[in-house]
């Protein structure tokens, strides 16, 4: 019990260490640039990579948590199905043996427990959590290495038009995280559809 506090209490540590590590960064990003901005016309952009970064941080620890959690939720909730339907089982075959009704009362209890699952299972897949805390993740890990090279004068940013650099930069890692949430909800929506068809054939 001890040991799980204190491992709990260790990753609530080190999470804290890696926001003040984020705060840190982004602070000393917007500092540096405020330092050099000279052109008015980069206001907006300052403003909208200021919004999109806070957003971008807290939807993806929101979809982090959330992923987690739902696919405990969803083990737990397996285990307890697939446990009743084993005590459920043992129970007839000790009061009744194994007759043919009885046979029939397993397989629709059987049918039912893993229709139950592959809702909860297709629910979770609906949500995104993961997909959308992967690519979130990934679009951040992006920024924030821009921000890195930015503050440190890396190539590119070591010129004077550094600000205009930056800029590209992020519109670019923006422009291709929008084509990975595309194509994820066009593959998503592909597997509905076989889905679909799937069911269709089989009614025929």
């Avoid at 696919?71 to 737990?76: C, E, Q, T, Y």
């Avoid at 593959?187 to 559809?193: A, T």
């Amino acid at each position: 019990m001890r040991n799980g506090r204190a491992a709990i209490a260790g990753e609530k540590k080190k999470k804290q260490k890696l926001t003040k590590q984020k705060q840190k960064l982004f602070h000393e990003w917007m500092n540096k640039w405020l330092d050099e901005a000279e052109e008015e016309d980069l206001n907006v952009f300052f403003d909208l990579f200021k919004s999109v970064y806070r957003y971008t941080l807290c939807v993806s620890e929101r979809n982090k948590k959330e992923n987690f959690k739902w696919k405990l939720i969803f083990l737990v909730i397996l285990s307890v199905l697939w446990g009743c339907y084993a005590v459920f089982i043992i129970t007839i075959y000790f009061q009744n043996g194994l007759k043919l009704s009885v046979l029939a009362e397993q397989g629709l209890v059987m049918l039912l427990t893993v229709f139950l699952c592959s809702i909860i299972s297709k629910w979770i897949d609906i949500k995104k959590y993961q997909e959308t805390w992967v690519r979130h993740s990934w679009q951040l890990q992006k920024m924030e290495t821009e921000m890195m090279r930015f503050i440190s004068g890396i190539e590119p940013y070591h010129r004077q038009d550094r600000q205009l650099k930056f800029l590209e930069k992020i519109l670019q890692i923006w422009s291709e995280n929008e084509e990975k949430f595309v194509h994820n909800m066009e593959e998503k929506e592909k597997e509905l559809m076989d889905v679909f068809h799937s069911i269709k054939d089989w009614n025929k």
